[in-house]
């Protein structure tokens, strides 16, 4: 069974820090590498880049790390109940 506090903090702690590490890429490669046109679609009001679009971002993107977290994890504890305890 997995608990959806420390899994959803995870996710959200991991997605804040790609998504740093993207603005990092696109800040020191040239634009034709890095993809910030693909953030700004999936992160709603962000744009590249100035101090208040990164934290946005960066809220945006912990944002939806939880929300995975959150829904991930009742469905996966569904399926542990239902078949991950049988021993074959």
């Known amino acids: ?3 959806i506090k420390i899994v959803s903090w995870t ?3 991991f ?3 790609s998504f740093i590490l993207c603005v990092i890429y696109g ?3 040239p ?3 890095h993809m910030h046109q693909f953030l700004e679609i ?3 009001a962000f744009e590249w880049i100035s101090i208040g679009s990164f934290f946005l ?3 945006e993107s912990f944002a939806w790390g939880a929300y995975i977290g959150l829904v991930y994890v009742p ?3 569904f399926f542990y109940k239902r078949w991950g305890t049988t021993t074959e």
Do not use: D, F, K, Q
Request: aromatic share 4%.
């Open 31 to 33: 634009e034709s590498l």
């Open 1 to 3: 069974m997995l608990n």
């Open 11 to 13: 996710a959200g702690t």
């Open 75 to 77: 469905i996966y504890n």
């Open 27 to 29: 800040l020191v490669t």
């Open 15 to 17: 997605t804040s820090v």
């Open 57 to 59: 971002g960066l809220v």
């Open 42 to 44: 999936v992160l709603p």
